[in-house]
């Protein structure tokens, strides 16, 4: 079975401090691929970020940095020097290899930026 | 704009009541998706379609039926709605080959009474 946990259910910061969202999942596929989403306020989801299995680099996106560790099944995500613009809910989610087409996700981490 | 439509965008809806939520996406995607979201739940998956004229069952899909007559379009059916499924519903495409990321739709706020 495949099981996306965030721990985090809401994480409070004040602007500029550093902020990391961790994400742990579960599968037995050996191929597979890790998400983030954004909700801000409004609703939308937006992409943020995929990862295949087979790619343990990890990736830096302006303040956005992601941290892909298969030896502990995580996929955490950093945001650097946080903006009140960055409060939203974050969702990570884990999609399974060849043949396995659903999409599961996390409960979310709720984060908020103060000024 | 290329993207995901859902209609509508809220509904109130009484008990009992059947209810068809509209999807259409015009990035020729091969995979849709319906999720339903909730407050500390999550993003959870109601029913999915890997291509035109297939479909499965997520993990809450009591209550609910799709089909998918054409690549574009995906509409959810709630046959007899319930109170319980008073949600934010969310319609998502995405290129399954090379394991593309997953486009959401704007969301369908359902309430039944």
């Known amino acids: 079975a495949q099981k996306v946990t965030q721990a985090q259910t809401e994480i409070s910061v004040v602007e500029k401090e550093d902020v990391t969202l961790d994400c742990v999942y579960e599968t037995r596929d050996t191929t597979y691929y890790l998400f983030w989403y954004k909700q801000p306020p409004s609703g939308e989801l937006v992409f943020l970020i995929r990862?295949?299995?087979?790619?343990?680099q990890n990736e830096i996106s302006g303040r956005y940095s992601w941290n892909f560790q298969k030896s502990t099944s995580s996929f955490n995500f950093t945001i650097t020097a946080s903006q009140v613009v960055d409060s939203a809910v974050y969702f990570c989610a884990l999609r399974g290899g060849y043949n396995t087409d659903k999409l599961i996700f996390g409960t979310g981490t709720r984060l908020q930026v103060f000024p | 704009i290329a993207g995901i439509t859902q209609a509508p965008t809220s509904q109130i809806l009484a008990a009992g009541r059947r209810m068809t939520l509209r999807c259409t996406q015009d990035m020729r995607h091969n995979a849709m998706y319906w999720y339903r979201q909730d407050l500390g739940l999550g993003l959870r998956l109601i029913h999915y379609?890997?291509?035109?004229?297939?479909?499965g069952k997520g993990e809450v899909p009591d209550g609910y039926s799709v089909s998918r007559a054409n690549t574009d379009d995906f509409p959810l059916t709630l046959a007899s709605a319930v109170p319980s499924q008073t949600s934010v519903y969310f319609c998502a495409s995405s290129d399954w080959t090379g394991g593309g990321p997953v486009f959401f739709g704007q969301g369908t706020r359902l309430t039944v009474v």
């Open positions: 379609s890997n291509t035109a004229g297939t479909t």
């Open positions: 990862r295949n299995s087979f790619d343990e």
